[in-house]
Nanobody, 131 residues
Framework: EVQLVESGGGLVQAGGSLRLSCTASGFTFDDYTMGWFRQAPGKEREGVSY????????YYADSVKGRFTISSDNAKNTVYLQMNSLKPEDTAVYYC????????????????????????WGKGTLVTVSS
């Protein structure tokens, strides 16, 4: 059984920080690129950040670059998203996802073309940033 379980969401004041976690099971973690996506009410889903579990390469959306940091711990089958300097516009449901045999850069390019297909998805965790 494949599972991606997110945690760490919650309510935070603008300028604060949160760290999201996604723990994977049921597939070979090292073979995948992991990603964080988000969707706010009334908005399209967008890719936030991706990381290769093979070589550690990363991708960040321009809107979060310099504020968010993605990392992974292969021994724990877990990917993290450290979110600093949070803004109200970061409010969204954040989803963890996994796709095999693709680089973070390729995922970013595909996202710009409107493609967000992934092999596996978590159920999401809500992040609310208040003013």
């Amino acid at each position: 059984e494949v599972q991606l379980v997110e945690s760490g969401g919650g309510l935070v004041q603008a300028g604060g920080s949160l760290r999201l976690s996604c723990t994977a099971s049921g597939f070979t973690f090292d073979d995948y690129t992991m990603g964080w996506f988000r969707q706010a009410p009334g908005k399209e889903r967008e890719g936030v950040s991706y990381i290769s579990n093979k070589n550690g390469s990363t991708y960040y959306a321009d809107s979060v670059k310099g504020r968010f940091t993605i990392s992974s711990d292969n021994a724990k089958n877990t990917v993290y998203l450290q979110m600093n300097s949070l803004k109200p516009e970061d409010t969204a449901v954040y989803y963890c996802a996994a796709e095999r045999d693709i680089t973070p850069l390729a995922m970013g390019v595909m996202g710009l073309m409107g493609y967000y297909g992934m092999d596996y998805w978590g159920k999401g965790t809500l992040v609310t940033v208040s003013s």
